[in-house]
């Protein structure tokens, strides 16, 4: 059973940059696919982006594409989110989740997820 960490969340500027790490322990992380998610309260959990497990696929949200960047480093049992470009409307507590099975960014079917970062974008 994997345990998922998040971390990089905060305070910042429209148009600025964050990156998000997820730090997974407890499994044989090249084995899960994982995903980034994000929710604001009073809305349902929206996928962000995804990558699969071994060959690298990745998928975007329409409202993230050429401004999110997820890579993985299996080695450091790490998952990244790059966010560039940010606007007020990303600011959302993010998760991230992982899945043996599960691919893409549906929220539904993932099995273990992390406890969330706050991103907070202000104008």
């Known amino acids: 059973q994997v345990q998922l960490v998040e971390s990089g969340g905060g305070l910042v500027q429209a148009g600025g940059s964050l990156r998000l790490s997820c730090a997974a322990s407890?499994?044989?992380?090249?084995?899960?696919?994982v995903g980034w998610f994000r929710q604001v309260p009073g809305k349902e959990r929206e996928g962000v982006s995804c990558?699969?497990?071994?060959?690298?696929?990745?998928e975007y949200a329409e409202s993230t594409k050429g401004r999110f960047t997820i890579s993985r480093d299996n080695a450091q049992n790490t998952v990244y989110l790059q966010m560039n470009s940010l606007k007020p409307e990303d600011t959302a507590v993010y998760y991230c989740?992982?899945?043996?099975?599960?691919?893409?960014?549906?929220?539904?079917?993932?099995?273990?997820w992390g406890q969330g970062t706050q991103v907070t974008v202000f104008s």
């Open positions: 989740a992982a899945d043996t099975f599960m691919y893409g960014i549906s929220p539904y079917g993932y099995d273990y």
């Open positions: 407890g499994g044989t992380f090249s084995y899960y696919a």
């Open positions: 990558i699969s497990s071994t060959d690298g696929r990745t």
